[in-house]
């Protein structure tokens, strides 16, 4: 099987703070990976060295070799890479414009200008983020209109609309409904087909759910990396037993 | 004994807030008094400079008119069948006003003595002077400040008009008002762009160092500097500035506006900083996780969010430079002009209150009128603001 990202060696420093201690996996494709952990483990921040989100703090400080296939991440360009790897963040955060328009975002930035292939894209990806049904009547309304869970739907379908490799997200449905976060586990479910998904979540049933990888982390460290059913199944290590049995965290 | 105190204090607050408001109130009870009178749909589009007429009668008049139906202040002269009363033009000088032209009136056809043409007289024309002669042919004059009774009986010994000063409009704002709006355009077109820029830069690309935050502080300063200094300011640097490059010569409307400038880049920079900053991170984070370039982002994320903000700074900016007047004296100029050019001298509304005030008849009334306009605008406006800031709130809530 082939590897989108490689990890090897990561060491993660927010200014004098060392937030991710010689991480070290690899990233399968077309397969959702989980990562989860107590919260300020440092989950989301080797989240966010995927996309290179973390250049946007001034400082942090990376070690070590990320690779996004054969190439490190660092030569990649930040914006190409972000193209290719898209981001769904833990609040839903569509723009204040129309829904449509919030789909468009990306690919217009990117320079398409030709309205019929904008607009065969748009219904494209709603439909693969399952919120076309819903939304068909109304693309010109204001984004912010929708409920919560349509608003992290259509953030999938504006990450989908990039036509990216992989789909990073970030406690996708931590701030949703029970019935929206169903929904959204059921298009994880669609979407692995096509795309590379690497999930945050501390809602362990979700990631035995969803996931086929998962990846426990502890301070900053990863505990242990393997198929998700192996993981919850026979556990290798004692943190990982404690922590999936609910003995700690 | 906390309880004594407590009222001590209570009254105190109470004593003091009323003895604010009652002055407030007074203020404002005392302008609308004096103005609300002289403030007219007229006053607003008519020239400050009236149009005078030199005329004379076309022959002896020897006839008589009948008197009709008069009020206690006006005066009927027999022999030109014209009613007069006593009265002040819109300058506040005392005048003498022509309320009533009989049918066939040698005032409808009087000769302006310049142009030989026939000039018909209406209601509302002043008469500031008037030079006859009689039967014996002396010359008797009579003047608009000697009062309408007198000058309707001399008239009445006379028989030929030879000399006479009517006029009519006069005293009017719309002069001021327009290079109020050319000083408004101009200056939010140099100021808007450079204050907005400025903002842009600080809040998204300047570096978090110290250096920045001395300019920040150096800003906030420039926003508590007098305005008078900023008038200095204007005429040491500004006023030549503008003879040199657009042939003005002391202050023009465009001096007033790069003075003007000066003075609002502190708010407009603030505010539109304000605004940047509570636009939400999210907005910042998604469109660059979307691979849009930062431009990108400012241009299609921030910017439009921010334009509440930037209107917010826009508004001030009106309501500050519709009250200025200090710095706009030397910048702009004093003296009050009918015809509005960007590179000669005028007066804004604020500056004309000063004219009006400072000459040697003060015109109370049009000084007020145009103090009311200047509230209700300025009032507007802050209202129109604090809406604005009442939603942008809300969507920060959000
Ligand atoms: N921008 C930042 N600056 C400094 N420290 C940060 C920043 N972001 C996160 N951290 C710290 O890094 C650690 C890991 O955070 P994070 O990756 O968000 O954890 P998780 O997602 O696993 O809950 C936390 O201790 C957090 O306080
Ligand atoms: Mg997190």
Redesign the pocket.
Known sequence: MNNVFSVKNVDLF??E?H?LKNVSFDIPEKQVTA?I????????????CFNRMNDL?P??NIKGEIHFHDRSVQEINPIELRTRVGMVFQNPNPFPMSIFDNVAYGPRCQGMKNKKEINDLVVDSLKKASLYEEVKDRLKDNALGLSGGQQQRLCIARCIAMKPEVILM?EPTSALDPIATLKIEELINVLKEEYTIVI?T?NMQQASRISDYTAF?ML?EVIEFSSTISLFKNPKNKKTEDYITGRFG | MRKTKDLLSNIFTYLFSSFGIIILFSILIFIFRNGLSSLSWKLITSDYYETTYTLKTAGKEEGTFTCPTLTADEYFSYRYGVVLKDSTNLVGEEVVEITYIAEDSPFLSLINTSSEEIVSLECGFNISKIVMSNDIGDYIYALGRGGASNMASTMDTSNIITDMVASEGGGGIRGSLISTLYLILLTLIISLPIGVLAAIYLNEYAPKKRFIEIIRGMIDMVAGIPSIIFGLVGAIIFIPFCNNTIGSSGGSIASGALTMSLILLPTIIKTTEEALKVIPKGYRDASLALGASKTQTINKVILPNAIPGILTAVLLSIGRIIGESAALIYAVGVAIKDTIKINEKSTTLAVHIWSLMSGENPNIATSCAISIIILLVVFTLNVIVKLISKKLNKMEVK
């Open positions: 927010y200014g703070k937030v990562f952990g107590p919260s300020g483990c440092g989950k989301s921040t080797l989240l966010r703090i400082s942090c970030d945050v501390h982390f900053g």
